[in-house]
């Protein structure tokens, strides 16, 4: 089955003038960073990705998607741009899911920036200062390849690499995969772990006295070894052990619906009984919990 093109297959250069928005862009729209990135990026690139607009009568063209890119032609009074001609008139698919690019896909775009043009160039396009765009270049430095690796689609930002980079390779490590299972990412997050780190985990510094030993701060390293030591085995044995788990509730469910059988427990072990009833009841609560309404699914369906 062949799949309608959801575009014209060459852009078509258009009027600004007759293309018609949907929708007007509004003073403090104008005054966002993403509005100022746009507008600088364009200043210095030009417009990159084409506006998409739908024909309609009389000459007239829909805009779909751009509308910011479109305020910015006129409000520079760029007569003319590149179109992308739409095949249907829909506009509710474009950046309704926006994809946010992660920080270390930043750090090699911006590498790959600076072999053709200038630190200077790449802050004036993205409306950032010189110093930012040297922190993304910078963001590795003193990273392994390993924890690069496994930080590669998070959102750990500079404060995070910053605090990952006093600590040794293998304990780079074990706090990036912990991070993953936690889905945290934050530099708090890791200030946490890095204050339950040993001594000999951490990168020498001439400028960081060593710490002073205490009860408190051995029992935070110990705990902090142990999350970490553990964390990749539980991710891997969770799948077997809910699996398991069902499989006894189950069982035990079957059991306990046998009358003789719980009339035994009852007089023989009461304990055991009451536990197994309470660990049922809590499956069957979380069940109810989990499953949604009737009356929300049938509000869905009418709306």
Do not use: W
């Amino acid at each position: 089955m062949s799949v309608k093109p959801a575009f014209q297959a060459e852009t078509v250069t258009i009027r600004a003038a007759d293309i018609i928005p949907v929708r007007v862009m509004t003073e403090a729209q104008r005054k966002t960073d993403t509005y100022r990135r746009i507008a600088a990026s364009m200043t210095q690139l030009g417009i990159i990705e084409p506006l998409v607009v739908f024909p309609t009568t009389k000459g007239k063209y829909l805009l779909l998607d751009g509308h910011t890119r479109l305020d910015i032609l006129v409000a520079t009074n760029t007569p003319f741009s590149e179109c992308l001609l739409a095949t249907e008139n829909e506009a509710y698919t474009y950046n309704k899911r926006v994809n946010h690019i992660p920080p270390i896909a930043q750090h090699h775009m911006i590498l790959r920036s600076l072999a053709h043009v200038s630190e200077e160039k790449i802050a004036l396009a993205l409306n950032t200062s010189v110093a930012a765009i040297r922190s993304k270049r910078d963001l590795l430095n003193g990273i392994c390849p390993e924890t690069a690796e496994i930080l590669k689609n998070a959102k750990a930002g500079a404060a995070t690499f910053a605090v990952l980079r006093k600590m040794k390779p293998v304990r780079q490590i074990d706090v990036a995969r912990l991070m993953v299972s936690a889905q945290k990412y934050s530099g708090s997050f890791a200030r946490a772990l890095l204050d339950g780190t040993r001594q000999e985990f951490l990168v020498p510094s001439p400028q960081v006295r060593p710490r002073a030993a205490s009860t408190e701060q051995a029992i935070l390293e110990q705990e902090t070894d142990d999350l970490l030591k553990h964390v990749r085995s539980i991710q891997e044995n969770y799948g077997n052990d809910v699996r398991n788990l069902t499989a006894s509730c189950r069982y035990a469910e079957r059991l306990l619906s046998n009358p003789r059988v719980r009339r035994y427990l009852g007089k023989n072990h009461t304990d055991t009984l009451s536990a197994l009833d309470n660990l049922l009841a809590e499956i069957v609560a979380d069940k109810q919990r989990r499953a949604p309404s009737k009356g929300s699914s049938s509000t869905k369906s009418h709306s």
